[in-house]
């Protein structure tokens, strides 16, 4: 699948009145069935000083609360930045969710300062993720930016 095909059909379904939850749901579902190295697809939203895990496909992680400056997707939210890591053996500060997991890039769903969760995604190989992901899933994070 394109990232135009992505992006139409999740611009259609965000268009077409569905629950928040539901458009988060197609959106993990939908990148799961178009990038076969995305392993594991969540969607973490911010809830005071957590990130709580909302929506994923992949295998289950203990990690479904996360405090804000923990592991990748904590410190992107206290970075207030996108995050991508080519080789998460590299980092001290990673929170494993499996130990298959190679890469990972972490994308804020955010609209100005406000920051909202973050789609997180794990590769079982090593630098998986191109500036073309970080585009894709900074488009995505946009449209589900417009739900908050
Ligand atoms: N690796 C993340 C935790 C989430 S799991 O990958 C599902 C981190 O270091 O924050």
Known sequence: ?????????????????????????????????????????????LDGDFLTLNNFVGRPTEHTRI??????CGAAVADRENKVIQDVGLLDNYLACSLETESEIVVL??????????????????NAFTPADEALLGHIAEILSTRF
């Open 1 to 45: 699948m394109t990232d135009s095909e992505i992006l139409s059909r999740l611009g259609k379904a965000a268009e077409s009145g569905i629950k928040r939850d539901d458009l988060l749901r197609e959106a993990v579902s939908l990148l799961k069935q178009a990038r076969k190295y995305y392993n594991w697809i969540g969607i973490y939203l």
């Open 67 to 72: 405090s804000i400056g923990s592991g990748v």
């Open 109 to 126: 769903i955010r609209r100005g300062e406000a920051i909202f969760g973050q789609i997180d995604i794990d590769s079982d190989v090593k």
